[in-house]
């Protein structure tokens, strides 16, 4: 672990895989990640938890059941728990995550993609 | 609450003093804040919480007592529960920082600045 600044750029030159999400620190019972998007991800929802998101660069679109939000750099929604949410990516995007440790990130442990620490 | 995306730039533009945390939206049992800094904060501690700092333009230095972390725009830092810290910025710096709902920004109740919601 590093006890230092963490360049959230440099974190991201890293890797290129989409919808991988990387652990670049940890805030209390939470990881703090960075991941790249691109497409459209699975609708899912978290029961226990809230889900939080600000774009890094690019835009992405959170679809939800009954209107789309739409972040652009510098922009962020936190889905509440329980709400059905889709993210999609239009063109790639680089977004900071916020879940707690061992939250699977399709909100089902079956289909989670696992969260690598870089 | 707006239940929409959230901006940083446009939140920061409507106020103007400094280390006067301004809560824009709230994950879990935390609020979600920007603030404006100029000037050396004081010592302190949370000793029940990490302290989350991302930097969103200007430079801020957090003083720790064996050295100093020095974050840049798109830099992050979350200093450790109960690690004393003491922020400081020579230049007005512009921040997101992540805190439990309730908690004094400066560890302790008799001395904290209230967090006002915009």
Redesign the interface.
Known sequence: MT???????QKLSTFSEHWSPKI?????DCD?MVVKAHGAFNWHKHDE??D?F?V?SGTLRIELRDRD????P?????VP?GVEHRPVADEEVHL?L?E?IGEPNTGDAATAVSKTKI
């Open positions: 006890s230092d600044a963490v360049n959230l750029t670049i620190s940890r805030f209390n703090v938890t809230d939080f600000l890094l939000v739409v972040l652009g510098g922009e962020l929604f936190v728990k900071l916020i707690p």
